[in-house]
């Protein structure tokens, strides 16, 4: 099934999102990686605040090439979501409700979803040019010595992606 | 005795990691135009539509075909008729990385320390493997590779009793284990002997060479065959939804070896197979 997901991704959306589904995403959504995810983890844990209200928010797996002169921004897919399973129940706890990646989860991050209705969706990895064309805007705002590591705040349109894993638990990927 | 200057190594090095990360060498990229046309899966065929749609806007639209532009590894083939004048080689090589991660609007994707974890903000330095060869000559060449599948790569320390049934089952359990995180399609480098490190160095080369090439050796060449199938057999198919293209192709390079084993080494990389080689 085909569907069209408007940020911000409340919970009664999460819940319309079937493993399988084809959608195309619309709205504002963040990017936030692997160093960003151990600042924000560690904010976490000692109370404080995050640099972003990540409720019902996405956070899309991705650290960009840098834009040339007159782009938007670069080279944009997605990156291995396994590396966040540490840090994403203490995010999916606080509001998040959105991951875009590529891969696995680990069995704590789906245990997390179905408690917290969250989804999560795969975009093609490698298809970075391809994928850089639905994004319309792009600043960076948060951690910016991270570099390609900062968060950044993106406005996307029709971004393509698949329901991987829905807030039941079901998943495409299964053990080959 | 040829004397080279270091200039030309850096200008060329430059020049090189910016084409491996704009355009796919044409053994990859037509096989991944023809896995489009045969796979069955229907999500499979849409994600290869994407992967061809993919590689058409980095082309012509000039950029980089995965936001992975890598670390940047560089396999340095030098004639030992060859003095190199100017600069220290690997300063050289650095500096080359340096300017076409900076002019190409790559990602800088190097820390330099693994536990402290600073970013280098150049993608320096890179792996650089160097050989003496005859003459004169110095073949470069450059193969950026992201990490999603080098963190799927697996070495084993096989006995020589694990024969080539264990060759096999070491090759289809790491495709496996890799699964939708290498991103699949992928390509399959495979070093078989020498040591330790040696079958690593081995599996890293192979994935330099062409596709649909095979070993010089009859007995390698058939596995190499052998594995394709089997690895295409698995159902992973492309981003991992299952079809029948896991890999675009799986290369085996060997080495001599002791006689108590038979170290394997696989090294997984994307469809995002990059790499160049030129001689100066």
């Known amino acids: 099934m085909e569907q069209h997901v408007v940020t911000p991704l409340t919970k009664d959306k999460v819940k319309d999102l079937h493993a399988g589904d084809y959608v195309y995403i619309t709205g504002t959504i963040y990017s936030a990686r692997d160093a960003a995810h151990l600042r924000m983890y560690n904010s976490a844990v000692a109370g404080e605040d995050l640099p972003l209200d990540i409720t019902n928010q996405i956070i899309y797996y991705l650290g960009p090439t840098p834009a040339k002169p007159g782009q938007v921004i670069g080279s944009a897919g997605p990156t291995t979501s396994s590396r966040m399973d540490k840090y994403t129940p203490t995010l999916l706890d606080m509001g998040l409700t959105g991951m875009i990646g590529k891969g696995k989860r680990s069995s704590e991050v789906i245990d997390s979803m179905k408690k917290n209705t969250a989804v999560y969706f795969a975009s093609v990895g490698g298809a970075g040019a391809l994928l850089s064309k639905c994004i319309k805007k792009s600043k960076v705002i948060a951690y910016d010595d991270l570099g390609t590591e900062a968060i950044r705040e993106m406005y996307v349109e029709d971004f393509p992606a698949i329901v991987v894993i829905d807030s039941d638990g079901n998943n495409m990927y299964r053990d080959y | 005795m040829?004397?080279?200057?270091?200039?030309?190594?850096?200008?060329?090095?430059?020049?090189?990691?910016?084409?491996?990360?704009?355009?796919?060498?044409?053994?990859?990229?037509?096989?991944?135009?023809?896995?489009?046309?045969?796979?069955?899966?229907?999500?499979?065929?849409?994600?290869?539509?994407?992967?061809?749609?993919?590689?058409?806007?980095?082309?012509?639209?000039?950029?980089?075909?995965?936001?992975?532009?890598?670390?940047?590894?560089?396999?340095?083939?030098?004639?030992?008729?060859v003095h190199f004048e100017g600069m220290y080689i690997e300063d050289a090589v650095n500096e080359g990385i340096r300017r076409g991660y900076e002019e190409?609007?790559?990602?800088?994707?190097?820390?330099?320390?693994?536990?402290?974890?600073?970013?280098?903000?150049?993608?320096?330095?890179?792996?650089?493997?160097?050989?003496?060869?005859?003459?004169?000559?110095?073949?470069?060449?450059?193969?950026?590779?992201?990490?999603?599948?080098?963190?799927?790569?697996?070495?084993?320390?096989?006995?020589?009793?694990?024969?080539?049934?264990?060759?096999?089952?070491?090759?289809?359990?790491?495709?496996?284990?890799?699964?939708p995180n290498a991103c699949p399609p992928i390509v399959v480098g495979v070093g078989i002997g020498g040591n330790f490190e040696k079958c690593t160095y081995l599996a890293k080369k192979a994935l330099t060479r062409k596709l649909g090439s095979h070993s010089d050796k009859p007995h390698i060449a058939a596995l190499e065959d052998e594995l394709y199938e089997a690895i295409n057999k698995l159902d992973i198919g492309p981003g991992g939804l299952g079809g029948k293209t896991t890999a675009l192709g799986i290369n085996i390079e060997t080495y001599p070896t002791h006689i108590a084993g038979m170290p394997v080494a696989i090294n997984i990389c994307c469809h995002v197979n990059r790499h160049v080689t030129r001689t100066i």
Do not use: W
């Open chain 2, 104 to 179: 190409g609007y790559l990602r800088k994707s190097v820390v330099g320390d693994p536990l402290d974890r600073i970013n280098t903000k150049d993608n320096t330095p890179g792996i650089i493997h160097y050989e003496i060869t005859k003459g004169d000559k110095v073949e470069i060449t450059i193969a950026p590779k992201g990490f999603g599948s080098e963190n799927m790569s697996r070495v084993y320390m096989l006995k020589p009793a694990d024969a080539v049934e264990g060759v096999k089952n070491a090759v289809l359990e790491t495709v496996r284990l890799a699964g």
């Open chain 2, 2 to 81: 040829r004397t080279v200057n270091t200039d030309i190594i850096i200008d060329n090095i430059k020049e090189m990691c910016i084409e491996a990360n704009y355009e796919l060498s044409s053994d990859v990229s037509e096989r991944i135009i023809q896995a489009e046309k045969t796979e069955d899966n229907a999500i499979g065929k849409r994600i290869l539509g994407q992967l061809v749609e993919n590689m058409d806007i980095a082309k012509n639209d000039r950029i980089p075909i995965c936001q992975d532009t890598g670390m940047t590894t560089v396999f340095l083939k030098v004639g030992q008729d």
